[in-house]
């Protein structure tokens, strides 16, 4: 690998909606929390749209739409261990990688990119989600949502790895599906790639204006060759 100081050398990527497509299973918990609490169930599709800022605020639009009204701290500090307690069960049942993941992870990694997984997940998820499509050997780190003070749309995660590997915000990339993936990466001062197959509240990735948008996962490796000289 390359370790020029203006070509990207280390890769964050995000997990759910960039390499797999947990919804299906986020629903479920979803779902029947809702159940036992006595509300009506969401469908998977309102949850497709719920999802980005962790576990809790998925709940809290959760119990918003079910509920109409904001939940508070004390309602959600009772929900939370019912939620977490569902997902544990169904966590990769029907969640599955998007197209192209596990060959373009291999072949990231043959290239020698230094890789990541930057998640607004609880960590206690997203180990146990990439070590089920064993890519646990690939990602040098996996940072959750609650593993540093603060998650995506804020920097804190990135620019940890940027120190932590040593590199210059010009050797770094953020790979997502989110608008909170790119505003990360432009507030850590590294290029971003949008992918359109996620989830991102049902709204254009372009409108972020990531550095480049991708239909496909496999789309970043062409990326990489052609435009490795960035800001
Ligand atoms: O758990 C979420 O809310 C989103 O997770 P992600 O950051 O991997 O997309
Ligand atoms: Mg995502």
Same mark, same amino acid.
């Given at each position: ?6 070509? *990207?050398?280390? *890769? ?11 919804? %299906? ?22 949850? !497709? ?28 500090? =009772?929900?939370?261990? #019912? ?12 969640? !599955? ?24 997940? %609880? ?12 890519? =646990?050997?690939?990602?040098?780190? #996996? ?18 790895? *940027?120190? !932590? ?5 010009? =050797? ?10 790119? #505003? ?8 971003? #790639? ?10 254009? *990735?372009?409108?972020?204006? %990531? ?16 435009? %490795?000289?960035?800001?």
């Amino acid at each position: 690998m390359n370790h020029q100081p203006n070509r *990207i050398c280390a *890769i964050a990527f995000d997990l759910d909606g960039t390499l797999v497509d947990s919804v %299906p299973d986020l629903a479920v918990a979803v779902q029947e929390t809702l159940a036992s609490l006595g509300f009506d169930k969401c469908t998977e599709q309102q949850v !497709r749209g719920w999802v980005g800022n962790g576990a809790k605020k998925l709940m809290a639009r959760a119990l918003f739409w079910a509920s109409g009204k904001e939940a508070d701290s004390q309602q959600l500090q =009772q929900v939370m261990p #019912i939620f977490m307690d569902n997902y544990q069960r169904y966590l990769h049942q029907h969640s !599955r990688l998007y197209a192209g993941v596990a060959e373009t992870i291999a072949e990231l990694h043959k290239q020698g990119y230094k890789m990541a997984v930057v998640t607004n997940k %609880p960590y206690q998820f997203a180990v146990p989600l990439i070590e089920a499509f064993e890519l =646990q050997s690939y990602f040098e780190l #996996i940072l959750g949502g609650d593993t540093l003070a603060k998650m995506k749309p804020d920097p804190m995660p990135l620019q940890y790895l *940027i120190e !932590r590997w040593g590199l210059s915000e010009a =050797q770094m990339l953020m790979v997502g599906d989110s608008k909170n993936d790119i #505003i990360a990466a432009k507030s850590a001062g590294i290029a971003s #790639i949008g992918l359109t197959y996620g989830y991102n509240y049902g709204e254009d *990735i372009g409108l972020a204006e %990531p550095n480049a948008v991708c239909q496909q996962f496999n789309q970043v490796l062409s990326w990489l060759a052609t435009e %490795p000289v960035t800001l």
